[in-house]
C-alpha cells in the first residue's frame, strides 16, 4: 500500500526528472528527499535538494525511489544491484525497455501495474503513459492533456488526431483567419473534434449523408471492393446523428448534397479543411475549391493518399500539386493522410 505520505528519492536530475516534477508530481503526497545521479557528481544540489550519488541510497529512509531517467532499465538494474527491493523501485518504463509489454491493450488495461505507479496517489494528473517513451514526454506537446484527449477518442485515429491538434495549436497561436470545414463527414467523428478544437469558428460539414455519387464511382475502380459495396458504403448517417456528436452546435453549417455542386451561395475562407470524401474526383474538386480559399497558415487534411483500397485520393492530390506546384507531407494515420498548408 502506498503512504499519505510518501518520501522519495528521485533518480535523474534532468529533463524527465524536471518534468515529472513540476508538471505531475503531488507535493501534497510526496516529499523529495533527494535527488539520485550515478553518472556525474558534479552537482550538489537541485532545486534546493541534495544530490547524491548512488551508494549514498543506503543513509536513506525513502518509501520510493522513482527513476526519473530515460534509461529505465540500466537505472533499474543499479538499483536491484545495490540491493533495493523491487516494490520500492517506481517510474515510467519507455519504450524499448525490455520490461515493457508491446501490447497497447494490455498497457492501457494495466496500466498502474505495468509503470509500477499509483497515479491517484503520487501524481496530480495521468502522466502520458500510452506511448510512454520520453521522447515524447520531453514534447511539449504531450504535457497539454493528451492522455486526456486519448482516453476521449479511444475508437478513432490516433496519429490523425494528433497531427490535427499539432497543427491546430499553430492555427491558434498564428491567429490564422477563416473557418472551418470538412468534405465526407459520415458520422461526423472526425468533425467532432474539429468542432470541439475550435469553438469560435463556423464548421462547414459537406456530404451527401446518403454515400457516394454514382457518376463519382464511374472514375474510381477499386481493385478490392465490389460495385454493390462501394455503392453502399456510408448511407448509414442522418444530419440528426451528426449534429448530436457535436458539442457547439450552433457553429455548425451542413451542406447536405453533391460537393462541388453543393457550394452554391458559400462565400467564405478556410483556416482548416479536411478532405475525407475518398475518391478521385471530389477530392479534385475538394482541393481545387479549398486550396484557393485557404488562409495564409492554414491547413488541408486530405484522407486515404496511401490508402490501399481506394486509390483516387492519391491522384487526385498528386494531380492537383504537381498542377499548381503544391508540396504535401505524408502521416502516417491509418489510411495515410497528407497534409498541405499554405
Ligand atoms: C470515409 S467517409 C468520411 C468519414 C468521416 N470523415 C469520419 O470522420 O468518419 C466518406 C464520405 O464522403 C462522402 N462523399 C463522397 N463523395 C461525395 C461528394 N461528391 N459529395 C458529398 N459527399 C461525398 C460520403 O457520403 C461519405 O460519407
Redesign the pocket.
Known sequence: MYNENNQLLVFGTGAVADILINEYLDFGKNTIMAFVNSVSNSEKEKNGYPVIPLEKIVEYKFDYILLAAGRYDRLYDECIQIGIPENKIIGIIPEGSKKLILSQNKINESVKELFNLNIETLFKKPIPTFFNSTINFANELWLDNNVGIMQQYEN?DIQRVMALKAVSREIILNNVPGNMA??????????KILNQLFPEKKLYL????????NA?LKEDKNKYLSKQSTEA??KD?TIDLVLSKMPHKEKCRIIK????E?VEGIEDTFAFV?L????Y??IY?GLVYFYQRLSHGGYIFI??FNNAYFSGTRKAVMEYCNQENIGYVPILDYSGSVIITK
Open positions: 478513432i470538412e468534405l465526407g463527414v459520415y458520422r461526423g467523428d472526425f468533425a459537406f456530404d451527401t449523408f446518403g454515400g457516394f455519387q463519382d458504403m456510408f448517417t448534397g453533391f460537393f462541388p453543393s479536411s475525407d470524401a475518398d475518391l474526383q471530389p474538386d484522407h486515404d
